[in-house]
């Protein structure tokens, strides 16, 4: 499964979808298929311009947008956001009014900020999953309304993965990573420490 693939499988038939930062729509094309109409946004008038060329799907909506701001109330209740920084998602929704029932991310930074700061806008994390795509992984979250409070290694770590094996493989990664930047710096980094305590706890 690549990441579009999953992200189209935490998405329901009857949910409203609008995908902000779209690039090639790839995904509302995918959902066309299942007759699924959407709205595809990006931030690139080149982009749009683009995507409409090679897209003939009166079920997709292609609009220029800067974040939400060219999505207006009661037009989709499921938003999706990735393959942008951690910053950017939150810049997106710092600066909208609405509310989504349903917000499917894939950050490419600071996962544990993105889940610290999503419980402060009342969006809690529901559920995660690992996808390896071209020998990278990605961590998609799936946020509902609500928030929790999360142990220091559910917001470095993630929490409610659905793919338990594919999880153990990124954190076997992840120790692998953090363990030869320890190896190659000549301080103590508390920081890179603290990620190998929680990855060697949860791995027992
Ligand atoms: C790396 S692409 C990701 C494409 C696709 N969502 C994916 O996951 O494969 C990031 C896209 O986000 C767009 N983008 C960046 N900032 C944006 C913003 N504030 N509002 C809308 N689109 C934005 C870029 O123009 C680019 O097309």
Same mark, same amino acid.
């Given at each position: *499964?690549?990441?579009? #693939?999953?992200?189209?499988?935490?998405?329901?038939?009857?949910?409203?979808?609008?995908?902000?930062?779209?690039?090639? $729509?790839?995904?509302?094309? @995918? +959902? &066309?298929?299942?007759?699924? =109409? &959407?709205? /595809?946004?990006?931030? !690139?008038?080149?982009?749009?311009?683009? $995507?409409?060329?090679?897209?003939?799907?009166?079920?997709?909506?292609?609009?220029?947008?800067?974040?939400? &701001?060219?999505?207006?109330?009661?037009? /989709?209740?499921? @938003?999706? +956001? &990735?393959? *942008?920084?951690?910053?950017?998602?939150?810049?997106?929704?710092?600066?909208?009014? %609405?509310?989504?029932?349903?917000?499917?991310?894939?950050?490419?930074?600071?996962?544990?900020?993105?889940?610290?700061? *999503?419980? #402060? +806008?009342?969006?809690?994390? =529901?559920?995660? %999953?690992?996808?390896?795509?071209?020998?990278?992984?990605?961590? @998609?979250?799936?946020?509902?309304?609500?928030?929790? !409070?999360? =142990? #220091?290694? #559910?917001?470095?770590?993630?929490?409610?993965?659905?793919?338990?094996? *594919?999880?153990?493989?990124?954190?076997?990664?992840? %120790?692998?990573?953090?363990?030869?930047?320890?190896?190659? =710096?000549?301080?103590?980094?508390?920081?890179?420490?603290?990620?190998?305590?929680?990855?060697?706890?949860?791995?027992?």
């Amino acid at each position: *499964m690549n990441r579009i #693939e999953a992200i189209y499988s935490f998405i329901n038939l009857q949910d409203k979808v609008v995908d902000v930062g779209c690039d090639q $729509a790839k995904l509302s094309l @995918l +959902l &066309s298929k299942r007759n699924q =109409s &959407s709205i /595809a946004c990006d931030i !690139s008038i080149n982009v749009i311009n683009r $995507a409409k060329e090679n897209i003939n799907s009166q079920l997709i909506d292609l609009r220029v947008s800067n974040g939400l &701001s060219n999505v207006k109330k009661g037009e /989709a209740n499921t @938003l999706v +956001l &990735s393959g *942008m920084g951690t910053y950017t998602i939150l810049d997106i929704l710092n600066n909208t009014n %609405l509310r989504f029932n349903k917000i499917i991310t894939i950050s490419n930074n600071y996962h544990d900020t993105l889940r610290k700061k *999503m419980n #402060e +806008l009342n969006y809690k994390v =529901s559920e995660e %999953l690992i996808i390896k795509e071209n020998n990278k992984y990605y961590n @998609l979250i799936l946020f509902t309304e609500g928030n929790k !409070s999360y =142990s #220091e290694d #559910e917001l470095l770590l993630g929490t409610n993965h659905k793919d338990k094996e *594919m999880y153990i493989e990124y954190l076997k990664y992840l %120790l692998e990573k953090y363990n030869k930047i320890k190896e190659s =710096s000549k301080n103590k980094n508390e920081k890179i420490d603290k990620m190998i305590n929680l990855i060697n706890k949860k791995l027992k």
